[in-house]
């Protein structure tokens, strides 16, 4: 009997339309293009400034352009995972209010809050739905709107952030396309490295934490980029050696869009030819949970059938991993 896999079979991104670009955030901070692009590879980003809208509002149009494309029923759907660390509230979920925007009255969500990891947790997580009979629809949401909580005195952080996401089908496959394997990692001792110091239940809002700035992104870069370096490379070697492969038999890298300096390492450490690693930071900047489905709603055109594509994403907790899956479309099909 074939073993049945959760198989993408479809994406979808969404990006706002107003565009913040290096020109523009000179006039807020000291820094400058050079600056910026030298150390982050990052052009521009995309800002959510679309008034009364919030996260679930880029979740709705992805969803739709992802049912849209096969024609799928709103009502046919059974499961939504969003990863998002900043739904539009905080509960009740996301992925319930995206359920009822778009009309899937048939289904249920919850978000999975994983930070920049979100999308590989919530993947995966998914997968098992489909994996075990339960769903034959799940859709995974991967996104972000980190211009809500990021602070544009500071230069270390405003650089990088960006609003956006995208989101994929997961659908039953016994042909052999699907998540094959993934390894997932969590260190919770960096929640001291990266984090946003207050609004939860340990430090609540007041006026004293607005006041001091404690409701926005805090990273300790150096350290981020130490553990990301080595936490992507590690599980990606991992990943592969388990399922016996090595960096020729993989068609894809897709690596979270967190810097190019990190995405270049990570390659260099894998070695990994740059031409086959999906990169788009330059355009959107790191979007969180964002960045993969991004990347692969990016270079859709590109997949083919039986391509075999490793994801791989580090984020704040700290969170880490890899996933592998053979792609199940042609993808200048549906493009």
Same mark, same amino acid.
């Not at 000179?26 to 820094?31: A, L, P, S, W």
């Not at 939504?80 to 905080?90: E, F, K, M, P, Q």
């Given at each position: 009997m074939s073993r049945k896999l959760a198989a993408i079979t479809g994406v979808q991104g969404y990006l706002p339309e107003?565009?913040?670009?290096?020109?523009?955030l000179?006039?807020?901070?000291?820094?400058?293009?050079?600056?910026?692009?030298?150390?982050?590879?990052i052009k521009q980003r995309h800002i959510l400034r679309k008034e009364g809208w919030g996260a679930s509002d880029m979740g709705v149009e992805m969803v739709k352009g992802l049912l849209e494309k096969p024609g799928t029923a709103p009502e046919e759907v059974d499961l939504?995972?969003?990863?998002?660390?900043?739904?539009?509230?905080?509960f009740p979920d996301t992925a319930n209010t995206i359920l009822d925007k778009?009309?899937?009255?048939?289904? /249920?969500?919850?978000?999975?809050?994983?930070?920049?990891?979100?999308?590989?947790?919530a993947l995966s997580t998914g997968a098992k739905f489909i994996?075990?009979?339960?769903?034959?629809?799940?859709?995974?949401?991967?996104?972000?709107?980190?211009?809500?909580?990021?602070?544009?005195?500071?230069?270390?952080?405003?650089?990088? /952030?960006?609003?956006?996401?995208?989101?994929?089908?997961?659908?039953?496959?016994?042909?052999?396309?699907? !998540?094959?394997?993934?390894?997932?990692?969590a260190d919770g001792h960096g929640r001291h490295y990266l984090n946003m110091k207050a609004g939860g239940s340990l430090h609540p809002a007041t006026a004293e934490t607005v006041a001091?700035?404690?409701h926005f992104v805090y990273q300790e870069g150096r350290t981020v980029f130490k553990h990301a370096v080595n936490g992507m490379t590690h599980t990606v070697q991992e990943l592969l050696e388990r399922n016996e492969l090595s960096?020729?038999?993989?068609?894809? !890298?897709?690596?979270?869009?967190?810097?190019?300096?990190?995405?270049?390492?990570?390659?260099?450490?894998?070695?990994?030819?740059?031409?086959?690693?999906?990169?788009?930071?330059?355009?959107?900047?790191?979007?969180?949970?964002g960045?993969?489905?991004?990347?692969?709603?990016?270079?859709?055109?590109? !997949?083919?059938?039986?391509?075999?594509?490793?994801?791989?994403?580090?984020?704040?907790?700290?969170?880490w991993g890899a996933t592998y899956l053979v792609w199940a479309y042609d993808g200048s099909a549906k493009a």
């Open positions: 107003d565009i913040l670009t290096n020109a523009q000179e006039t807020m901070v000291e820094t400058s293009d050079e600056w910026i692009r030298t150390r982050t590879g939504l995972l969003c990863a998002t660390i900043t739904g539009d509230r905080v778009v009309g899937a009255k048939n289904a /249920f969500g919850y978000d999975i809050s994983a930070a920049c990891s979100g999308f590989l947790y994996e075990s009979a339960t769903y034959q629809k799940v859709i995974v949401v991967g996104m972000d709107v980190m211009s809500s909580i990021i602070d544009y005195t500071d230069r270390a952080t405003c650089i990088i /952030f960006g609003d956006g996401g995208g989101a994929v089908m997961l659908e039953a496959n016994e042909e052999g396309p699907g !998540l094959q394997d993934a390894v997932l990692k001091n700035r404690e960096t020729d038999d993989i068609d894809w !890298l897709v690596p979270h869009q967190a810097n190019i300096r990190i995405i270049n390492s990570v390659a260099n450490a894998l070695d990994f030819p740059l031409e086959r690693v999906m990169i788009n930071i330059d355009r959107y900047g790191n979007t969180t949970a960045t993969l489905p991004l990347c692969l709603w990016d270079y859709e055109e590109k !997949l083919r059938k039986g391509d075999k594509i490793v994801l791989t994403a580090f984020g704040g907790g700290f969170t």
